[in-house]
Antibody
Framework: QVQLQESGPGLVKPSETLSLTCTVSGDSDYWTWIRQPPGKGLEWIGNVYHSEKTKYNPSLKSRVTISKDTSRRQISLTLTSVTAADTAVYFC?????????WGQGKLVTVSS | QSALTQAAAVSGSPGQSITISCTGTSSDIGSYNLVSWYQQHPGKAPKLMIYEVSKRPSGVSDRFSGSKSASTASLTISGLQAEDEADYYCSSYGGSSTLLFGGGTKLTVL
């Protein structure tokens, strides 16, 4: 059974950088970050695959970085220059197009 | 990269069948048999219900089925039960390692 756990600050100030870590219990070539603003739908943020290749949502591409640390079994997400519009529950999941295991999600609020 | 289109809400009575549609384009749903469906209960993470258009993961009830025609995918839930009340999201591979989500459909079991 694969398990994923998101961790990181729950409150980030506007214009600062959001940083989250997803610790996983199993391995895979494909990991994805998704977010969900309060009361809204899911938004694909991006993925990391084959350990170092990445693909990002064009709407976030200039601000987002996803990386994988295989030795620590962690997938990281950083989002720079955040605004209130980045307030959301952030999920990590295993897979590229078939997301079969998900973390419980981490609520990140952007507020001063 | 545009989101896939889903109806905002659908409802049905216990025992009935409902279908949720997900409309994309020839560049996503129309090009790949890589449509997935997710069920999300309030405050919970989404759960994979259907992948590759019509395949069910182990443990998912056979009351859930998926199909696709051209650029529109569909999720059918037969024999509606109270616990099926949830939000449902479709997704599709968009090419070049990208993923698209639908806006979500709220299912109410009357």
């Amino acid at each position: 059974q694969v398990q994923l756990q998101e961790s990181g600050p729950g409150l980030v100030k506007p214009s600062e950088t959001l940083s989250l870590t997803c610790t996983v219990s199993g391995d895979s070539d494909y990991w994805t970050w998704i977010r969900q603003p309060p009361g809204k739908g899911l938004e694909w943020i991006g993925n990391v695959y084959h350990s170092e290749k990445t693909k990002y949502n064009p709407s976030l591409k200039s601000r987002v970085t996803i990386s994988k640390d295989t030795s620590r079994r962690q997938i990281s997400l950083t989002l720079t220059s955040v605004t209130a519009a980045d307030t959301a529950v952030y999920f990590c999941a295993r897979g590229l197009y078939r997301l079969d295991y998900w973390g419980q999600g981490k609520l990140v609020t952007v507020s001063s | 990269q545009s989101a896939l289109t889903q109806a905002a809400a659908v409802s049905g009575s216990p025992g009935q069948s409902i279908t949720i549609s997900c409309t994309g384009t020839s560049s996503d749903i129309g090009s790949y048999n890589l449509v997935s469906w997710y069920q999300q209960h309030p405050g919970k993470a989404p759960k994979l219900m259907i992948y590759e258009v019509s395949k069910r993961p182990s443990g998912v009830s056979d009351r859930f089925s998926g199909s696709k025609s051209a650029s529109t995918a569909s999720l059918t839930i037969s024999g509606l039960q109270a616990e099926d009340e949830a939000d449902y999201y479709c997704s599709s591979y968009g090419g070049s390692s990208t993923l698209l989500f639908g806006g979500g459909t709220k299912l109410t079991v009357l």
